[in-house]
Nanobody, 122 residues
Framework: QVQLEESGGGLVQAGDSLRLACAVS????????TGWFRQAPGKEREFVAL????????EFADSVKGRFTISRDNDKNTVYLQMDSLKAEDTAVYYC???????????????WGRGTQVTVSS
């Protein structure tokens, strides 16, 4: 059983930075592609970023390109999302996901964390 646990969320002001972390347990991280999604109140869960198993490929939603960076440390079984130049519209619950498919569709991901709240005040 794979378990994911997010941390690092909080309340920040527009323009600030946050780094989210996702600790993976139950299986080695290098077995999975990993990604970040977010869901704002009243909206559907949307893709933010992903990184492939070996870390050689990353993808980002257009809305976060140039501001967010995704990385992974397979030795620590942890995935990170560095978020810079945060905007009010980045406010959401951020979820970590792991799976075998490289996809920006939530339905293609097998394992999910419980999420961490990010609130950006303008």
């Amino acid at each position: 059983q794979v378990q994911l646990e997010e941390s690092g969320g909080g309340l920040v002001q527009a323009g600030d930075s946050l780094r989210l972390a996702c600790a993976v347990s139950g299986r080695y991280l290098h077995a999975y592609h990993t990604g970040w999604f977010r869901q704002a109140p009243g909206k559907e869960r949307e893709f933010v970023a992903l990184i492939t198993r070996g870390g050689g490929r990353t993808e980002f939603a257009d809305s976060v390109k140039g501001r967010f960076t995704i990385s992974r440390d397979n030795d620590k079984n942890t995935v990170y999302l560095q978020m810079d130049s945060l905007k009010a519209e980045d406010t959401a619950v951020y979820y970590c996901a792991a799976g075998g498919a490289v996809s920006n569709a939530p339905r293609h991901w097998n394992y999910w964390g419980r999420g961490t709240q990010v609130t950006v005040s303008s």
